[in-house]
């Protein structure tokens, strides 16, 4: 297995990857072709600024087997940035080889050289990743004091 950053060419199979995930009813809506554009898009986006990483694992023969996206927030508050894992997801058939512990050692090496204080993730209590503990078996502490809050912006142009 090789763990590498993300290149635009990766896009596709990212794709692919994310359709075949559990979930994101809304981007699985979507026409096959506004779908590739949101993740080329995206992807660009991440890896147009520094701030941003995604790291893919691939096997031997180049076939994407996961990846993983972390983007450094500069706190005011603290000693150093806090890293934050936006995403981590595997192909089922490669969950439970090691492939999500590979890539998350890969953000911590990262972290650890941009002089991170921490880093974070929201895992949802109904993934099988929570379920069966995996960020807990790899040295993560669940916050007991904290809870997570979003707000809904309206979507561009919709004033409903």
Request: proline residues 3%.
């Amino acid at each position: 297995m090789q763990i590498r950053q993300a290149i635009q060419d990766d896009a596709e199979e990212l794709r692919k990857l994310i359709e075949s995930i559990e979930g994101f009813a809304s981007l699985k809506a979507l026409p096959e072709t506004e779908r590739q554009v949101r993740v080329a898009h995206h992807l660009s986006l991440a890896l147009s600024s520094p701030s941003h990483q995604v790291f893919v694992a691939t096997d031997d023969n180049g076939a994407l087997l996961g990846y993983v996206a972390v983007h450094y927030l500069p706190y005011l508050i603290l000693a150093g940035p806090e890293g934050y894992v936006s995403e981590l997801f595997i192909r089922e058939e490669a969950r439970g080889a090691g492939v999500g512990t590979r890539l998350l050692e890969r953000v911590q090496t990262e972290a650890q050289a941009r002089g991170c204080q921490r880093l974070a993730l929201l895992n949802m209590e109904d993934r099988e990743s929570y379920v069966r503990g995996f960020y807990s078996k790899n040295g993560w502490e669940e916050r007991s004091d904290a809870r997570n809050f979003v707000f809904a912006l309206p979507r561009h142009g919709d004033h409903s």
